[in-house]
C-alpha cells in the first residue's frame, strides 16, 4: 500500500497500513533531544537541517516550522503578476531614484 499523508486543521494524518496517526508520545533522549517521528517531519515539510520555531503556551511545548525562503518562492501561492517588462521599468525608475 502506498504511502499518503493529509493534513486537516492542523492535525496530521497519516495512512499507512491503516493507522490514522495525528500525535504520538515520544522521550526526551540526553541533552533533551527531540525526535520527530518520520511521518511528523513530512507531513509538515521538514528535514534534517530545517529550522523550527517553538513557542510556550502554559505548559505546552509548541513546535512550528520556519518555511526556507527559497522553497517558499518556488513553491508557494503566487500574490502577484507582473511582466519582465513592467519589472524593468520598475527597476529603471527605482535606479534613476537612487543614482541622480
Known amino acids: ?3 499518503e499523508i493529509f493534513i486537516f486543521s492542523e492535525k496530521i494524518y497519516y495512512f499507512w497500513d491503516f493507522i490514522m496517526v495525528s500525535e ?5 533522549s ?3 533531544t527531540l525526535y520527530i517521528p518520520k511521518a511528523m ?3 509538515v515539510g521538514i528535514r534534517e537541517g530545517s529550522f523550527v520555531k517553538l ?5 505546552r511545548i509548541v513546535i512550528e516550522p520556519i ?7 518556488l513553491k508557494g501561492s503566487k500574490f502577484a503578476k507582473t511582466t519582465f517588462e513592467e519589472f524593468e521599468k520598475e527597476s529603471e525608475e527605482m535606479q534613476d531614484e537612487l543614482f541622480k
Open 1 to 3: 500500500m502506498g504511502r
Open 24 to 28: 504520538v508520545k515520544v522521550r526526551l
Open 30 to 32: 540526553r541533552k533533551n
Open 41 to 43: 517531519a513530512l507531513a
Open 55 to 59: 513557542r510556550v503556551e502554559g505548559l
Open 67 to 73: 518555511l526556507d525562503p527559497f522553497d517558499l518562492a
